[in-house]
């Protein structure tokens, strides 16, 4: 069936489909659609799940964590200020290997203060230990909610996954959706299984212990391990689900007109989109552009990453957030990938988006141009901006 | 169902732990346990009972049992309530124990969260007046007078200056099913307000005066005793609030010393004179409102 949705119908629709138990969220813009939507199908009886109003997106996750400790299938959404102020469980969960899946509508952090999109937020928990997935379109948003389920509840992983959706530009633009049916995710998502992982009755278990200097780290190696092992069951659900539903995603990452190309933009989310329409209008014109669309940051790709990029002779990467005092953070994580390739390719930092600031196709263009030129430049370049660089 | 020193069953669901001699905390959730049974989920978030209780490998609950975020106990055992029900596990009981600051302080948004959706769960507090987990610093229920090493007492300052916060009428306040106050020296009427708390449907809350020999700076043979005269003195008193009424469970005719409570304990060794005045007036103006209004 396809319907005309927002981004936020879609991560709804993804989460009714995925069959969450509980769901315990807080609303903030511009996640709050979703949140309204599910809050309608637990009421209509579409949604067999009880829905939490906690008090706070802290307490949202909290309570996702005791969801899941038990052996239910949880789910919880926020954005922006919300996803900092829960931010203390989010290493919580992951060390615990809660397989929580939350939707983040990623969004520009205070001060000043902005609703509008960027990718500020999740940026600040990269390190939290969950798998960060970041969506194009409202279509692969309501996927990712499927997919996100059978990665973070697989025995192999068993880590929380973070499905992220720019705000506004994704989460409040119409598109025609497919939306699968119920029969058929349920075959591609079994009922959440973790008897042996969870506390039970019959096999009672202390959760979210504590270690000292004696364990802690072989506890964090195993987290560790597991998390970069991850990529393979990414790549393996990816392609489990393009057979059961015939839409292909790439796994951790896609390439677009890459053959040959003398120049390559790395996006992630709704940008991509964009970008696709510059790069097929500049091959018309006969310049060899290309596109590197991340879908994961963690897991970061580097193996892929660096055997996508073979021969390339530059690239730009687009970062819609700064690390205060260095560089846009996916670039500095692109550059320590590709530093381990034989001749990497030379790469600016294209910072652009802040606060909701359009990127357009011309300013996308003008990045290409800036890669081909061959010329000297700044390694970080901000896009479509009004004060002097 | 009554309990007593000779009802209670000998089966223990809480040993092994670290905590000191003398600790009256412990005690209150070993009977907790004892009461609550083997078919209990509980939460705890940082503070001294998780801290001894999940050192890997050794895990003091033989029942389920997590440490939250500080400031989740509530969220994370409304969360395992919602989780169990939504699974159709049935006949279980989730509790949450906390200390004074992880209630009174950091918890005490998710506390009143769980409490507004009215969560089946139970929620102890366990109240030894100050953060002991980090080395005695004052938490909201630290009381008037009580040298804390964030309170110190000295030329200028009493120890600590405020009165402690009212969480028993801040729960009663929420509309809650069910909540009492207790003390670990008095145990049957404990182990009464569990059971009603055990038998309650929605949220239950129970604050549990509970001595601490490190942080109060008394011998760990007498906590039992202090936890009676906390109650004695009209320093602690034993309530419930049942059917959305008050009411007062032990009134006592004459209160027994305040100074003699005090004084063995390190944590009030620097008051004067005036200091100990200054706790009485306030104990009587609570009693006055509560024998006004609770009997």
Not at chain 2, 109 to 136: F, H, K, V, W
Request: net charge negative.
């Amino acid at each position: 069936m396809e319907k005309f949705i927002c981004g936020n119908d879609a991560v709804a629709e993804g989460v009714r489909l995925a069959r969450p138990h509980v769901i315990s969220a807080y609303p903030i813009t511009p996640q709050t659609i979703a949140v309204e939507r599910l809050s309608d199908m637990c009421e209509d009886g579409s949604l067999k799940a009880d829905y939490m109003h906690v008090e706070s997106e802290h307490s949202a996750l909290a309570a996702a964590m005791g969801v899941s400790s038990v052996g239910a299938r949880a789910f919880t959404a926020t954005s922006s200020q919300g996803l900092l102020y829960m931010a203390e469980c989010l290493p919580y969960a992951s060390g615990a290997r809660l397989p929580i899946v939350m939707m983040n509508a990623n969004r520009a952090i205070a001060t000043p203060w902005n609703i509008y999109g960027d990718q500020m937020d999740s940026m600040f928990l990269l390190n939290s230990g969950w798998i960060q997935v970041y969506v194009e379109d409202a279509q692969e948003a309501l996927d990712m909610m499927i997919q996100a389920y059978r990665i973070a509840e697989d025995k192999r992983v068993m880590a929380p996954v973070m499905v992220n959706l720019d705000g506004f530009v994704l989460t409040h633009t119409y598109e025609l959706v497919n939306i699968p049916s119920q029969e058929d995710v349920d075959a591609f998502l079994p009922p959440i299984n973790l008897e042996d992982q969870v506390m039970t009755i019959d096999n009672p278990k202390s959760l979210c212990i504590s270690a000292g200097n004696d364990f802690n780290f072989e506890f964090k190696i195993k987290q560790e391990q597991d998390l970069t092992n991850s990529k393979s069951v990414l790549e393996e659900v990816d392609e489990a689900f393009s057979q059961a539903f015939g839409r292909k995603y790439h796994g951790l990452l896609e390439t677009y007109k890459m053959e040959d190309a003398e120049a390559v933009l790395i996006t992630t989310g709704s940008i991509t989109g964009t970008t696709r329409i510059v790069v097929d209008e500049m091959r018309q014109a006969g310049h060899k552009v290309g596109l590197l669309k991340l879908r994961y940051l963690r897991p970061f790709p580097q193996e892929a990453l660096n055997k996508a990029l073979e021969g390339i002779k530059a690239i730009g990467v687009i970062d819609k957030n700064i690390s205060f005092g260095y560089e846009g953070t996916i670039y500095t994580n692109v550059n320590s990938s590709i530093i381990h390739m034989e001749t990497p390719p030379k790469s600016i930092n294209f910072i652009g988006g802040l606060g909701g600031r359009d990127i357009t196709k011309a300013n996308i263009e003008e990045a290409f141009q800036k890669l081909m030129s061959g010329d000297s430049l700044d390694r970080v370049q901000y896009m479509n901006v009004r004060c002097e660089q | 169902m009554k309990h007593n020193a000779r009802t209670l069953n000998t089966t223990e669901h809480f040993y092994g732990h670290k905590a000191c001699g003398g600790c009256g905390e412990s005690l209150a959730v070993r009977l907790v346990m004892k009461i609550l049974g083997e078919r209990t989920f509980s939460a705890l978030p940082a503070g001294c009972m998780s801290a001894v209780s999940f050192i890997y490998p050794n895990m003091a609950f033989t029942t389920n049992a997590m440490i939250t975020p500080f400031a989740s106990t509530g969220a994370v055992a409304a969360g395992m309530a919602a989780g169990l029900k939504a699974l159709g596990i049935e006949d279980t009981h989730t509790v949450g124990f906390a200390g004074d600051g992880g209630t009174a302080d950091i918890g005490l948004q998710a506390l009143s969260g769980a409490i507004d959706r009215n969560d089946d769960i139970i929620y102890i507090c366990n109240d030894n007046e100050a953060y002991m987990n980090t080395g005695i610093q004052k938490s909201g229920l630290t009381p008037y007078g009580t040298k804390t090493t964030t309170t110190p007492a000295g030329k200028n300052l009493p120890g600590s200056v405020t009165m402690k916060k009212n969480m028993f009428e801040i729960v009663a306040a929420h509309g809650i099913a069910y909540a009492a106050t207790a003390s670990v020296g008095y145990l049957e009427d404990l182990m009464m307000k569990i059971e009603k708390a055990k038998n309650t449907k929605g949220t239950s809350y129970i604050h549990i005066f509970a001595p601490c020999p490190t942080g109060w700076g008394h011998e760990t043979n007498v906590t039992i005793e202090l936890a009676k005269q906390a109650v004695d003195s009209g320093l602690w008193y034993l309530a419930e609030f049942e059917n959305q009424e008050f009411k007062l469970n032990k009134n006592p005719k004459e209160f027994a010393s305040v100074e003699d409570y005090l004084s063995k304990q390190g944590r009030f060794k620097h008051l004067q004179a005036d200091d100990i005045e200054i706790i009485k007036a306030h104990r009587d103006q609570k009693w006055e409102k509560m024998r006004k209004n609770w009997i």
